[in-house]
T-cell receptor, first 113, second 109 residues
Framework: IAGITQAPTSQILAAGRRMTLRCTQDMRHNAMYWYRQDLGLGLRLIHYSNTAGTTGKGEVPDGYSVSRANTDDFPLTLASAVPSQTSVYFC????????????FGEGSRLTVL | GQNIDQPTEMTATEGAIVQINCTYQTSGFNGLFWYQQHAGEAPTFLSYNVLDGLEEKGRFSSFLSRSKGYSYLLLKELQMKDSASYLCAVRDSNYQLIWGAGTKLIIKP
């Protein structure tokens, strides 16, 4: 089934630990994104990648890093997790269609204690 | 700064019509999107407007006025499954999406 797969779906993490959220898409989309979603706030862009080999910073990049070694994979790493990074994280991709709408993964719920 | 405003919550009755408004102030405009997000799930694409006017897609319609920085999503013949959050997003001059906080729509029987 075509789409975006995120892992893990849920994780509880101790503060200070390193964590990588995985994201894989099989739609051959060039652009990929990582968002966080917090109650009462809109989706906030963390990092993005317009094509394999390139990445860019979004609105809230501090404490996060990404890599884009190939078209399909776009992992998000928290080097040293802090409680303020407790959130739901969504990976998304977009193609070159008329609208360029985003396709989202199912989300990763992360709790940092 | 850039800003998207939409009501936090709305309530409507099954079978009725509801209009969810979205106003925006952004650096440039390259299209406006509406997404639906059921609780605990990912957002899914509903509609896209780049020119002024109404776009109709089944029970859902979306309207855009670029001069007023205004859009609305119209849902007709409401069903219980329409209970969800509706997210408005604008693509700015840098082709980045600016998101509203979403409108939680509660449908009552």
């Amino acid at each position: 089934i075509a789409g975006i797969t995120q892992a893990p779906t849920s994780q509880i993490l101790a503060a200070g630990r390193r964590m990588t959220l995985r994201c894989t898409q099989d739609m051959r989309h060039n652009a990929m994104y990582w968002y966080r979603q917090d109650l009462g706030l809109g989706l906030r862009l963390i990092h993005y990648s317009n094509t394999a080999g390139t990445t860019g910073k979004g609105e809230v990049p501090d404490g996060y890093s990404v890599s884009r070694a190939n078209t399909d994979d776009f992992p998000l790493t928290l080097a040293s997790a802090v409680p303020s990074q407790t959130s739901v994280y969504f990976c998304a991709s977009s193609g070159q269609g008329d609208t360029g709408e985003l396709f989202f993964g199912e989300g990763s719920r992360l709790t940092v204690l | 700064g850039q800003n998207i405003d939409q009501p936090t919550e709305m309530t409507a009755t099954e079978g009725a019509i509801v209009q969810i408004n979205c106003t925006y102030q952004t650096s440039g405009f390259n299209g406006l999107f509406w997404y639906q997000q059921h609780a605990g799930e990912a957002p899914t694409f509903l509609s896209y407007n780049v020119l002024d006017g109404l776009e109709e897609k089944g029970r859902f319609s979306s309207f855009l006025s670029r001069s007023k920085g205004y859009s609305y999503l119209l849902l007709k013949e409401l069903q219980m499954k329409d209970s969800a959050s509706y997210l408005c997003a604008v693509r700015d001059s840098n082709y980045q999406l600016i998101w509203g906080a979403g409108t939680k729509l509660i449908i009552k029987p």
